[in-house]
């Protein structure tokens, strides 16, 4: 116990004489021998940081409003169905491919509607015969009922012959025309640039006047449509930015506008749709249909 007693005496009266050497003012001569004592020591260990231990701080805007859930739609999309009824000969787009304007995207068969344009036509032209011959037998009897050489009666008549010819004349060119429209009507054309989304037929299906057979969209005139809670639908007003995401497009953020507040809410859900348009120069999804 004395031993250790002594031994702590001797390192306090140690740690103390270096307190005073610290506190007492630098000797001439004690420069370069501290000079000589720094060349010795060691250089400075550098601090390594792992990736973990580093936080990127970057600046982010404060969005404040109601959810809006919905899904990405183009504002600009066709159902195409059959005009008449016909066989399906051919179908010339796949889903996804690009079409142009009044390209041919389906085929129906012809065969009927060209016989009965056929048809038509013939009739027009025997009518026009009928009102050409009934016509000049009208002028026949001008010259003789001037001359008193028929009746009254008999001028009627010719005239009621003529009135009839030019009747079926009319009725059977409206005919004709009728027959080009259903012949026209059997390619059935893109009605703006864009691309195939869904198609409904193919090659030998029966389709009938208001069968759908394609499904075109543009996928340039993308937008969001949404649907807000009614109790919340005053904080939502055209103008106001919208920022949303994806499904599919994990991590990016896409931004936009309100463009419409529908004036009604749905009876069922009594909820509000809200149509949302990419603000210019944001990225828009190619995809419609998409859960935001």
Avoid: H, W
């Amino acid at each position: 116990m004395l031993r250790k007693t002594i031994l702590v005496l001797a390192i306090a009266s140690t740690l103390v004489a270096c307190s005073k050497e610290n506190k007492e003012p630098a000797k001439p001569g004690a420069g370069t021998a501290q000079a000589s004592a720094g060349k010795d020591a060691k250089p400075p260990v550098k601090l390594l940081i792992s990736p973990e231990d580093l936080i990127t701080v970057q600046s982010n805007s404060i969005a404040s409003g109601p959810v809006i859930t919905g899904s990405v739609q183009p504002e600009r999309k066709a159902d195409l169905r059959a005009e008449v009824s016909a066989v399906v000969l051919q179908v010339l787009k796949e889903n996804g491919d690009v079409v142009k304007r009044g390209d041919v995207l389906v085929r129906l068969d012809e065969t009927a509607i060209r016989d009965s344009l056929s048809s038509a036509e013939a009739s027009a032209r025997s009518a026009a015969q009928a009102l050409d011959q009934a016509e000049r037998q009208v002028e026949r009897m001008k010259t003789l009922r001037s001359s008193g050489m028929t009746s009254a009666q008999a001028m009627d008549d010719a005239e009621i012959r003529r009135n009839n010819a030019s009747s079926e004349l009319a009725a059977a060119r409206t005919r004709a025309v009728m027959a080009r429209q259903q012949l026209a009507r059997t390619q059935v054309r893109a009605p703006f640039d864009g691309v195939v989304s869904e198609r409904k037929v193919s090659a030998g299906d029966t389709a009938s006047v208001g069968k759908e057979l394609l499904k075109v969209i543009d996928p340039t005139s993308m937008r969001f449509e949404g649907k807000v809670s009614a109790d919340r639908i005053a904080m939502v007003k055209p103008g106001q930015p919208v920022s949303f995401r994806v499904n599919g497009y994990a991590g990016q953020e896409f931004r936009g506008v309100v463009r419409r507040v529908d004036p009604a809410a749905n009876e069922v859900t009594r909820q509000v749709e809200v149509m949302v348009a990419f603000a210019p120069g944001s990225a828009q999804p190619r995809v419609s249909g998409l859960y935001g």
